[in-house]
């Protein structure tokens, strides 16, 4: 509602321009400080907002002895090593999600998670 709103009134402030003599930076000086004013408000509730991608709960340890869960980023090289699982989505690195490689050291007896 408040962008259509917006629109309707820079489409007024449009027809106020053209129609009278009043000058267009006195119409259209407000309406873009309230632009500005929207996008800057937006962006620091987006900031505020921003660690709904942190999961709840502890971290699962990761069990050494049974595998070695690494990053490899195909970017740089950079390999990184999983001691504790937060989520199942891997970490970013230069700009991109790195690749999980699983290396699995010994087999988990039955009785184990």
């Known amino acids: 509602m408040p962008r ?14 053209v129609t009278t003599d009043v000058p267009a930076a006195y119409v259209f000086a407000p309406l873009l400080g309230i632009g500005i004013l929207w996008f800057g408000l937006g962006s620091l509730l987006s900031l505020q907002q921003g660690a709904a991608h942190i999961p709840d709960g502890d971290p699962a340890p990761v069990d050494p002895t049974l595998e070695r869960v690494t990053y490899w980023c195909a970017g740089c090289g950079a390999e990184v090593l999983l001691l504790a699982r937060g989520t199942e989505s891997p970490p970013r690195h230069c700009g991109e999600r790195m690749r999980e490689r699983v290396e699995i050291l010994r087999e988990r007896l039955p009785d184990q998670r």
Do not use: E, G, H, I
Request: no cysteine; proline share 0%; hydrophobic share 85%.
């Open 4 to 17: 259509r709103l917006f629109l309707v009134a820079v489409l007024l402030a449009a027809l106020v321009t």
